[in-house]
């Protein structure tokens, strides 16, 4: 077993890379996993992407992303919804069992985050059957708190496993993001119970950037360039039973004006060195 | 008694003023209190400081501000508590009870955050005895976890009061500060416990503004311009007891770029549809 044998690239990292070129790259280098994005799927289509992948022997270790769940308007919940059981029958199709949601953030010119989480729950009710029924996972990601206002009102792991609570492990799963995580205060604890609940879906790493970067969604950085402590955090998901694929996703400008088969192989030595150890 | 009885000018607001314009400003708008950051009373001197304030029959809501007490080297930790026990007895001289902490980051090059925390816990415990011999709170504010890195790490309300538990509510208090809690999902949960503790010591306002500015720091807003729920945090803050002076402080890089005494009738206006009614 190489000791890559649980790194999956999450295909924002190579932003530039097609599908196929991504899939190239990760069997080059010696990875055994991919994380693909719903829009590298659809240009490729479903069933092509889906057997680009398999031919290729890679596991796919999640798919990016459902979510954007808060919609006020019954016509926009209609629309989500419709969304989001196509990206759970992609994951089906591409056999992963692993569809990561990015909740959404306000409603425009809404300011009632205690409303729009509710609508958070409400549509991962309506949508917890469907998902089940085709035996994918629907994964709560917290997103880092500054982006709770157009991006995600789930800002802390304990919040997405209280969401994630009233249903079937199996179903409802949580992801940990180092980027996004690292700086809570009960991080510990909260993986800690992520675990005893089963909840843990994904392990995602990447490093928090310092400066942040003037578009704060590109101040993800490889493992080593930020302030993430990757022993301490590792060790408390390893601690807490997870042993799945350990996706690496990064977006950061340089990294996608860089050549794709260069980032797979800083991401591998830092993996190596940061990330592996602890895992 | 006036609309604007409980409203105070942090003068960060007007980062321009010096001082004795700030004061000049709050009298001539009928504002009755002013939360002075050091650099401004430094200027003048702590003595002129002090009388212009009192002379102008203004009260002082709060001193800004103390904290950074995550130095990992002896010489360092002697430094930040020689510059708090200063700050406590500018606060003394001033005539507020209320001294603000901003905690401080990792250490350069650390990423252990929970031994930097420990730090603070550690160092608070130092200044506890010399705070409370002159009568002074330190006020521990908990920041935008986008600012843990390098600013502070407090991020949460609650964190902010497990750390102040172990002293008596005179001595250590917290912060509410709406940009750099609002988008927290224990917010209302902690406000109700901070007001059981007694702990509540300051109310600030203004907005998160969306997006982010490129300087993450000037992203504050007058209240309106942003994404905060004044009407609800008001609210969960009235209901834990709080009827203390109500803080804004604003930096905002065109709000700086204004005429101050403009700047003061935009602030009473918003605060007088925004927050006056909840509060």
């Not at 889906?50 to 890679?58: E, N, S, V, Y």
């Not at 992609?90 to 949601?101: D, G, K, P, S």
């Not at 809404?110 to 729950?121: G, H, M, P, T, Y």
């Amino acid at each position: 077993m190489s000791g890559f044998s649980r790194l999956s690239l999450n295909s924002a990292t190579t932003k530039k890379w097609t599908l196929a070129q991504a899939v190239e790259g990760c069997v080059a280098a010696g990875i055994p996993a991919i994380g693909p994005w719903r829009d590298r799927v659809h240009e490729l289509g479903l069933e092509q992407a889906a057997k680009l992948i398999q031919d290729a022997g890679l596991r796919v270790s999640s798919l990016c992303r459902g979510g954007f769940l808060t919609a006020a308007d019954a016509e926009g919940q209609a629309a989500a919804l419709a969304d989001n059981r196509a990206a759970i029958l992609e994951a089906v199709a591409l056999n992963t069992q692993e569809l990561f949601l990015v909740v959404g953030g306000l409603a425009p010119g809404e300011r009632d985050v205690v409303a729009a989480r509710q609508r958070v729950a409400d549509r991962l009710a309506d949508l917890v059957p469907f998902a089940q029924e085709n035996g994918v996972r629907l994964v709560l990601e917290p997103l880092h708190p500054m982006y709770a206002a157009d991006r995600a009102l789930i800002s802390t792991l304990g919040q997405a496993l209280d969401l994630a609570a009233p249903f079937d492990a199996a179903t409802v799963g949580v992801a940990v993001d180092t980027f996004h995580v690292w700086w809570d205060p009960e991080l510990q604890a909260q993986i800690a119970r992520a675990g005893r609940e089963n909840r843990i879906a994904s392990y995602q790493v990447c490093d928090f950037n310092m400066p942040l970067a003037a578009d704060p969604l590109l101040s993800r950085g490889y493992m080593g360039d930020g302030v993430v402590d990757f022993a301490t955090i590792g060790s408390w998901v390893r601690e807490a039973g997870y042993t799945g694929d350990i996706e690496v996703e990064i977006f950061n400008q340089e990294i996608w004006d860089t050549d794709g088969n260069q980032v797979l192989e800083t991401v591998k030595a830092r993996y190596a060195d940061l990330v592996l150890p602890y895992a």
